[in-house]
Structure formats: C-alpha cells, structure tokens
C-alpha cells in the first residue's frame, strides 16, 4: 500500500463551521505534513509532524488546527475560515528526515478541495 | 534563502517532440533539487531529485534533469512527449527552517502536450 487517503475530496463550508480534513497512511512513515495550494500557485507548507510531534508551523492562523493522534493519521481541524482560506489541501507522508538524505520521497494524497462561503 | 525559480509559466510542444522545462536555483550553500508533477486533480508525484553525485538524474516516465553549478539550473528534459504528460511541474529545492528540511517550491510550469 503505497497510498495516502484524504477525505472528504470536497468540502463546502460556512465562515461559522467547524470541520475537519482527515490523512491517512499505512507505509509506516512517520513524518506528516499539510499543504495549502491556492488555484494556480505552488503547494505551500502548512505543518509537518514527525513521530506524532509537531516539528514545523509555518507561522498558520489558529482557524487551522492540526492533530496526529497515531503514526498513520493526521487530522487538520479547521474553525472559523475565511473565503480566502479556500483551496486545495494537500497531506504527504515519508520518514522522517530520509527524503533529502537517500532515495526516500515524498508521498502525497489527491487533496481536499475546500471552498468557504 | 534559498529558492528555485522556474522561468516559464507555459510550454505548449507537439507530442513526440523534445521538452525542456527550465529551473534556476539560488543557495549559497549544498543543494538538494527536485522536479514533481501534477496531473489534474491529483496530488504531487515526483519525478527525480538530485542529491549529490552525478549531475544527470535519471526519473521515472523518461523524463531527466541535469545539476549544472556554474549556472545554478536544474532543468527538466524528455527527448518525446506523449499527450499523458500535460500536467503542471514544479521545481523545488530543500530549505532547512525550525531545525528540520522542508520542501520550497517553484511557481511552476505548465505543460501542455497539442496533437
């Protein structure tokens, strides 16, 4: 299983709402990570978790809220969003420090598309 | 800091005709470069890295990239293309920041593959 499952793939929401995006993988990694692309621009780091511990905040707006309860899963919850919070969300996975040291990459899932109204 | 600029927002080619997808790189210290791609709807998926050691790396789907120092480049080559590979390529370069690497990239490139 070399995959990584996000859900929903869609996700429409209030300025009021609270919901939450869900990454699973089941490679054993245990590095995981959010990103944030905007429609036509580059992914942009959001978090990275390494063995269940926050290791990287990209300086993100509390609204966005991250959660590794286990080594394969990553939760991003999300309150009180902007329009402009609207994107695509992207969670990858490797191990952890190996993507720049050895033949190790980066796994990404398909994204949830979000969109705030 | 280190970033990685790619040079063309667009590259339309004629299927089966030679590619170049361009990367120039800044940094003032080692280097790691790589080169993803994005289908539509999908997420990343990369194609090659370079790390160290030989400046030509070979990816999958017959796409490779040379390391070039004294230009600071990292660009992008397939010697045909196939309709399959219209998709949006990001260059990316490794960054260290809060004591860990992480991944910066380009603004991307895309390709798009005409009959």
């Known amino acids: 299983d070399t995959e990584v499952t996000q859900t929903p793939k869609h996700l429409v929401m209030g300025m009021t709402n609270k919901k939450s995006l869900k990454c699973e993988q089941h490679?054993?990694?245990?590095?995981m990570y959010w990103y944030k692309q905007k429609a036509k621009k580059p992914p942009e780091l959001m978090f990275v978790?390494?063995?269940?511990?926050?290791?990287i905040n990209e300086s993100v707006p509390s609204r966005f809220s991250p959660e590794c309860p286990n080594s394969s899963l990553l939760n991003l919850h999300l309150h009180a969003l902007q329009p402009e919070d609207s994107a695509l969300y992207l969670c990858?996975?490797?191990?952890?420090?190996?993507?720049?040291?050895?033949?190790?990459?980066?796994?990404f899932g398909s994204g949830t598309q979000l969109s705030v109204l | 800091a280190q970033s990685v600029t790619q040079l063309d927002s667009q590259v339309p080619v004629f299927e089966e005709a030679p590619v170049e997808l361009r990367c120039n790189y800044s940094s003032s210290v080692s280097v790691y470069l790589f080169w993803y791609v994005q289908y539509p709807n999908q997420g990343l998926q990369l194609l090659l890295k370079?790390?160290?050691?030989?400046?030509l790396v070979k990816g999958i789907n017959g796409f490779e990239a040379e390391f070039n120092k004294s230009q600071t480049s990292f660009h992008l080559r397939k010697p045909s293309v196939h309709i399959s590979d219209t998709a949006e390529y990001f260059c990316a370069v490794s960054v260290r920041s809060q004591g860990a690497q992480k991944l910066v990239f380009g603004q991307g490139t895309r390709l798009t593959i005409n009959p």
């Open positions: 990858a996975s490797s191990q952890p420090g190996q993507v720049f040291s050895t033949n190790e990459k980066l796994f």
């Open positions: 490679m054993g990694h245990r590095a």
């Open positions: 978790y390494s063995y269940e511990k926050l290791s």
């Open positions: 370079y790390l160290s050691g030989s400046t």
